[in-house]
């Protein structure tokens, strides 16, 4: 396999955590395997007194620092020079803007307060209410155009494949790394110890609060001794959660108040030190919890290897690094049940413990562990079988296929497609019944001319190959396509059918019902057809390959009629196309669906797009991926139909061959 040249773009906001060392195990081993991958950083840490040529003034900044951060990093994003590259990853937002005709994303978040967090991130009182739905609205407008060109999602966590399908209503690909944190062998764990490690960034919404309020209310221990929590890292909370220790040794009557969720989220859903009006309380230190900030890898091993059990109190995490490292030093975990990633690694009894997000859960989880070391040890090996399932091996494979497919590669886990002789239609008869004016029994806006149009392009084509449609409604083309079939040629359909609930235009209707009828009364056989529920966002070419074993001839897109959508299938049905294939695009110049015409001028102007537009008939628009056919095609829409105007043009500096019914002409 030849090796790739690959860029992975990231903002560098002058931390090293948890992703820092996953791309590091990343860059390692995939250069071992023969390609020549490099970090291209992004700066995160400069603030420059102008965003796209616009002076932001520091009153600005103060309505809404968070959106000019995001402002600043994508104009920084768009001025990269990736042009050394062979393909490009993108990683945090918003890198799935990089300037670049072959990008991919290994996603594990999205601008989080912008997305999922935008609810919690006001109620935090670090914007107002009315100025955060405004900036959402922009920021998830400029996401919406730059993950237009990204050819395929990786997610870290079902959590944020869950994220990308709610807000960007696409599908992604599991990605899964194993432990990157440098640890040594693990050591055998004291049955008798009572020290609770907690390891993580204090920043919002860590939830560091949790664990120190759970420290002030664990029972005593078999020993006669309380267990000790121990806090190791950083953050700009660090001066509030130590504040927070202060306060309840002072007035322990306040965890009284915190027995639920919402009641304990007054701990941690505030801006810390920043809260108006916040002062730190200056008392004696509790002794229940003591507070080492960022360590040395030697201070952290240690504190790893004397714990009777580990605490990751987090929200909504993207994946699960504190778990992972855990289970490699064969320590019971406990995590948060809204947790995100933590709860997808960790199953209640069997790898660690599961609780609700209050101190008191917390305790109680705690205290079980230290009193119960059997039920520890149980928990650390079960933790150490599921960490042997997450591999490097596993995580490179994925990451290697989704890089090849980006760069134009085919799709290494679908056989290569054998190219199929060009053969008649094997059902000419109903196929000319159809043609014929039996068309018209099937719902639907075709005319004879396109309809004609089609037949005559497939009888020009020289290959061979099977057809598809996104969008099949009543199946008014998709029954002529499947008609158009030679012997070995198969036709696939995707659509929302019982799924309508995600139409989200409703431009279309797909009833599978409906659509099976009328493919039994135009005469397609059975096993010609292959029909899929399929939100086409969350549709991929290898899936539609896949399907009919080879690729495409004839590719007919008629989805969803926003612009996002265009110009997503566009970009399935051009990576499906067999040689001198054809896309058959549906209301590019509808005047009630301006939308897709945006969907296919974007997608005609992005780097990556091979189509050739050639012909335009009533309300379809022809592409090819082939000069020579495109041609060929050009000569066959020559001929005039009755009724119809018909003219030459040009669109993005392609010939086009136009025909419009002009009644009277």
Request: proline letters at 6%.
């Amino acid at each position: 396999m030849t090796g790739l040249k690959l860029g992975i773009v990231k903002p560098d906001h002058g931390v090293s955590g948890g992703f820092e060392l996953l791309l590091g195990g990343l860059v390692d081993r995939m250069n071992d395997r023969g390609h020549t991958v490099s970090v291209v950083p992004v700066t995160a840490t400069e603030r420059p007194p102008k965003v796209f040529d616009y002076p932001i003034a520091p009153v600005l900044r103060e309505w809404h620092d968070e959106y000019f951060r995001y402002l600043e990093l994508l104009e920084a994003t768009r001025r990269l020079d990736l042009s050394g590259f062979d393909v490009v990853c993108s990683t945090q937002p918003p890198t799935y803007a990089a300037p670049h005709s072959r990008v991919f994303s290994l996603t594990y978040h999205q601008y989080r307060v912008f997305y999922d967090l935008a609810d919690e991130f006001v109620a935090a009182g670090f914007v107002s209410a009315q100025a955060h739905k405004v900036a959402t609205e922009a920021v998830r407008r400029m996401d919406a155009a730059a993950i237009d060109g990204n050819r395929g999602f990786l997610a870290g966590s079902d959590t944020i494949a869950g994220r990308l399908e709610r807000f960007w209503n696409i599908g992604s690909v599991p990605y899964r790394h194993p432990n990157v944190t440098r640890l040594p062998a693990p050591k055998s764990r004291d049955r008798s110890g009572s020290d609770v490690v907690c390891v993580s960034r204090q920043e919002w919404p860590k939830r560091t609060e949790l664990f120190v309020a759970a420290m002030h209310l664990t029972a005593a221990q078999r020993g006669g001794d309380r267990p000790t929590g121990h806090l190791v890292g950083g953050g700009s909370r660090s001066a509030f959660v130590e504040s927070l220790d202060h306060e309840l040794f002072a007035a322990p009557d306040i965890l009284d108040t915190l027995g639920t969720a919402d009641e304990s989220g007054r701990l941690w859903r505030n801006m810390g030190i920043f809260t108006k009006g916040w002062k730190p309380v200056v008392d004696q230190p509790s002794g229940r919890v003591r507070f080492h900030g960022s360590v040395s890898e030697r201070d952290r091993n240690r504190l790893y290897a004397e714990a009777a059990c580990i605490v990751a109190p987090a929200l909504d995490e993207d994946y699960g690094l504190t778990v992972l490292e855990a289970w490699q030093q064969r320590r019971p975990i406990i995590v948060c049940s809204d947790g995100g990633g933590l709860t997808e690694l960790v199953t209640h009894g069997v790898n660690g413990l599961v609780v609700d997000p209050t101190p008191f859960a917390i305790a109680q989880a705690i205290d079980r562990l230290c009193n119960d070391p059997d039920l520890g040890d149980r928990l650390a090996e079960g933790g150490a079988d599921s960490l042997a399932e997450i591999t490097w091996d596993k995580a490179l494979d994925t990451f290697e296929q989704a890089a090849m497919i980006a760069a134009g590669g085919p799709d290494p886990t679908v056989a290569a497609p054998q190219p199929l002789p060009k053969s008649e239609p094997q059902h000419r008869n109903e196929l000319m019944a159809y043609i014929d004016g039996g068309f018209n029994a099937v719902s639907g806006w075709m005319a004879p001319a396109p309809i004609d149009a089609i037949r005559r392009l497939s009888e020009a084509q020289t290959d061979g190959g099977h057809v598809a449609e996104i969008g099949i409604h009543h199946g008014q083309l998709f029954i002529l396509l499947a008609l158009l079939c030679g012997a070995d040629e198969r036709a696939v359909g995707f659509d929302l059918f019982e799924n309508q609930d995600e139409n989200i235009d409703g431009s279309g209707l797909g009833d599978r019902e409906q659509l099976e009828k009328n493919l039994i009364d135009a005469g397609v056989p059975g096993d010609r057809v292959l029909l899929e529920t399929r939100n086409s966002m969350r549709l991929q070419p290898a899936d539609v390959q896949g399907l009919v074993g080879g690729r495409v001839r004839l590719f007919s897109v008629d989805g969803g009629h926003t612009a996002a959508i265009t110009t997503n299938d566009l970009w399935v049905a051009e990576r499906t196309l067999t040689k001198g294939g054809i896309v058959i695009l549906d209301d590019a110049f509808n005047t009630m669906w301006p939308g897709v015409g945006e969907g296919m001028h974007n997608y005609l102007r992005h780097r990556s797009c091979n189509l050739i537009p050639f012909g335009i008939v009533d309300n379809k628009t022809f592409f090819t991926n082939d000069a020579h056919s495109a041609d060929l095609y050009r000569e066959v829409l020559k001929t005039p139909y009755e009724h119809h105007s018909l003219r030459q043009d040009e669109l993005y500096g392609s010939a086009m061959i136009c025909s419009q019914f002009a009644p009277g002409h």
